[in-house]
């Protein structure tokens, strides 16, 4: 594959991590997801990875019709790639977590690559007063999750998408994930060239440190050689510092308020697009370019926005 010049900006606008209670920034209305999603790809962001809410009162939502309060008018203002996970529950099955994705095909979907212990329950120790009754207790519960992405949910979302001709992001939140992938290329259920996702700073994955960005990379150049673009998530305060490494070393970035709610050492940021405008500085400062929506579709070979259901 020819070398990347241009940096793509992935932003996660509201994720199934963070409640209410955390950040008033944080979105969960369709409105204010559709506002937020709006600005962040108006500040530089080429690809929105969404999750859906409970418009009441902010808990995690994998049904379609929450989706399809904000989906349409997304696309209606903005060129950007839609992303829609198939993460968005801790405890639900696959079938019931790609329900969005059959639902409205985007050109994009998460695709975890592992099962892990997934947990936020340190959060739970943070705060004596919650906005919403089912706060305290699904976070504190994470402490006993295990977030399952077997061998055969992974196929089965595979195979359950493959009509929708929808990319995959490869999240991998440990070294073990990029092996998962490379059996699964072998077995014939992705084909090259993959796009991965290296998470760090999870609790139950692999930690912040940038040795590890580096043996994570090390180990998918000898698995994948070209035949792979990656993009780099740091957790809370590693997001700033892990994209700004990542985009020197010729890989892309990924920020938003589903991974972290600070814009800087202890200060809340005041929506995602804040966060897209800042490392979007940053790339450009150092002398790279951020990739426009149609050269993030170019780059990541999709299928293009006219092929979507919605």
């Known amino acids: 594959m020819a070398k990347q010049r241009k940096t793509i900006i992935t932003c996660a606008i509201t994720g199934a991590i963070h409640t209410p209670t955390m950040s008033d920034a944080l979105p ?18 080429s690809i929105l990875h969404l999750h859906a809410r409970r418009e009441n009162d902010g808990g995690v939502s994998v049904e379609p019709s929450d989706f399809a309060r904000f989906l349409p008018r997304i696309k209606q203002a903005t060129d950007a790639i839609v992303n829609i996970s ?38 739970a120790e943070r705060y004596d007063q919650w906005k919403f009754d089912w706060e305290k207790d699904y976070v504190k519960g994470s402490e006993g999750n295990i977030f399952r992405n077997t061998f055969r949910d992974i196929r089965e979302a595979a195979e359950t998408l493959a009509p929708h001709d929808i990319k995959f992001e490869h999240e991998c939140y ?15 259920l992705f084909k090259a060239p993959v796009f991965i996702q290296f998470i760090f700073g999870i609790l139950g994955g692999i930690g912040a440190d940038i040795d590890n960005l580096i043996f994570m990379k090390r180990t998918a150049d000898r698995l994948f050689g070209d035949d792979y673009r990656w993009s780099v998530l740091g957790a809370g305060g590693s997001q700033i510092p892990f ?9 892309n970035v990924r920020v938003g308020l589903e991974d972290s709610l600070l814009i800087s050492r202890g200060k809340l940021a005041d929506n995602n697009a804040q966060q897209v405008g800042k490392i979007r500085r940053i790339i450009e400062d150092l002398g790279s370019e951020v990739a426009s929506p149609d050269e993030a579709r170019e780059i990541l070979a999709l299928k293009g926005g006219d092929r979507v259901n919605f």
């Not at 409105?31 to 962001?45: K, L, M, N, R, W």
């Not at 440990?174 to 014939?188: A, E, I």
């Open 28 to 45: 969960y209305t369709a409105d204010d997801i559709t506002s937020q999603a709006i600005a962040a790809s108006e500040a530089g962001a």
């Open 86 to 123: 198939t993460g968005g529950s801790l405890t639900l099955s696959i079938k019931d977590r790609v329900k969005p994705a059959t639902t409205f095909s985007p050109e994009m979907c998460s695709l975890n690559m592992g099962s892990m212990n997934f947990s936020f329950h340190p959060l």
């Open 174 to 188: 440990d070294v073990g994930h990029l092996y998962n992938l490379k059996f699964c290329m072998d077995t014939g």
């Open 243 to 251: 994209a700004t490494t990542a985009s020197q070393m010729g890989g």
